[in-house]
């Protein structure tokens, strides 16, 4: 069995040395231009002339959680996409999300700014009931997340396309429920797959359904957000704030408004980070099964998008 291994921004040698430990049998190789077929490949980011040059493909394992980038190729109709499903970024995300709800709703940011001024000040205590959080995706990462903001006592809602039940929290799905959603939530996260769907969806119409004093934590994909339309809705005063890890352009170009805005937090796409150890794990869990004919989780269904 060959496998090819083609990431941009990934150093080949230590996912090459964990690959070939987990998979003996198998024959890794990293793929240049002209390289022999392959069965399988680890992609990240592949260029359009890896997937001409490899008709012959059965699998592609995309080590990240999203496929929007590599579902814009142009790819053969047979070929199965594998996602990454957590190997370690569900725990991450909490984490991330909670770190920012707590951050918002115990105003630590105020905190910090009074703190850096050695001013002693205490802020009023808020009720929790008055910050309903709802999630935007309640797949592998948004159930995750939901479960660690039930720890904290936030109330939780959460939007699926398909009904969903998740112990703790209030479930939408659907465009018919997606008004509803947006009105019984305050705090907004976003972690739905970007696919033709979802695109825009963090605009002015939904953020506006937002109860008075809503904040928008967008870690799913920059293209979900209309970024003009979030700035307004800051600026008219509807939005006290926004934590965002992803944007359209990537790295944030420096000119952007985001930088510099009081109301919103930047961080550069850390969220969640691909973890090697564990994706190789999975990845040769289910190269493994896949040989033994077994059914795997994480396929991709490409007319959805995710
Ligand atoms: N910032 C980062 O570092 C980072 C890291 C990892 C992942 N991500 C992003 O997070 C996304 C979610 O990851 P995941 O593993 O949780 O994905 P997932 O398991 O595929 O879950 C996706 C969720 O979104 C829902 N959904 C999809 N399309 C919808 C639509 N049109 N209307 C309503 N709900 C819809 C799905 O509904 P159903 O339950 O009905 O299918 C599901 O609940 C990824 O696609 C990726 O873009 C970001």
Not at 38 to 51: C, E
Request: charged share 20%; proline share 8%.
């Amino acid at each position: 069995m060959r496998i090819a291994f083609c990431c941009t921004d990934h150093k080949p040698e230590p996912w090459l040395a964990g690959l070939r430990a987990a998979l003996p049998e198998a024959d890794f190789f990293v793929w240049t231009p002209g390289a022999p077929a392959a069965d399988h490949a680890i992609v990240w980011s592949p260029p359009q002339q890896f997937i001409d040059e490899q008709p012959g493909l059965r699998t592609l394992f995309n080590i990240g959680a999203g496929v929007d980038a590599l579902l814009k190729l142009r790819l053969p109709p047979g070929l199965q996409v594998v996602r990454l499903d957590d190997a370690g970024m569900a725990v991450q995300m909490a984490e991330y999300v909670c770190h920012a709800v707590i951050r918002h709703f115990r105003e630590f940011d105020v905190y910090e700014a009074d703190a850096a001024q050695a001013r002693w000040s205490f802020r009023k205590p808020r009720a929790r009931a008055e910050f309903p959080v709802g999630l935007l995706g309640l797949g592998v990462l948004g159930s995750r997340v939901a479960q660690a903001l039930a720890q904290f006592e936030f109330p939780v809602k959460g939007w699926s396309r398909t009904p969903r039940v998740v112990d703790g929290v209030e479930c939408f799905h659907g465009a018919g429920q997606l008004d509803a959603f947006l009105a019984a939530s305050r705090v907004l996260v976003c972690l739905l797959p970007l696919t033709p769907d979802t695109a825009g969806i963090l605009n002015r119409a939904h953020l506006a359904r937002l109860q008075p004093g809503g904040y928008v934590i967008n870690v799913a994909r920059g293209g979900h957000l209309v970024e003009e339309d979030l700035l307004a809705l800051l600026d008219e005063g509807h939005l006290a704030g926004a934590t965002l890890d992803v944007f359209r352009q990537e790295p944030l170009p420096l000119e952007h408004p985001f930088w510099r805005h009081p109301k919103v937090t930047v961080t550069p796409h850390t969220s969640a980070r691909t973890l090697r150890d564990e994706s190789i794990a999975q990845i040769a869990r289910k190269i493994g099964a896949l040989s033994r004919g077994e059914p795997i989780a994480g396929l991709v269904d490409r007319g959805r998008g995710y």
